[in-house]
């Protein structure tokens, strides 16, 4: 048992079926830049995830174009 799980996004790529295994409360990404292709391999496999909360960490809040913006905020809100 635990509260908290720290790891590479290479571990998450590596081990995704363990992850996804989980309900997460929080999900936190750090180097969101990451993510802001949702067709990137380390995109789809966090959007799998079943999170109550997301936060992304990122030095570069404003993308280089909107299609990255929307990527992040597509990952924060899924929903909407």
Request: charged share 30%; aromatic share 12%.
């Amino acid at each position: 048992e635990w509260d908290v799980c720290v790891t590479s996004y290479e571990m998450v790529i590596k081990e995704k079926s363990v992850f996804k295994k989980f309900n997460w409360r929080y999900l936190v990404i750090d180097e969101a830049h990451r993510i802001k292709n949702e067709k990137s391999k380390l995109s789809e496999i966090v959007r799998e995830f079943k999170t109550t909360n997301r936060l992304l960490l990122t030095g570069t809040p404003l993308q280089n174009n909107l299609h990255e913006l929307w990527a992040l905020l597509n990952f924060l809100l899924p929903d909407v």
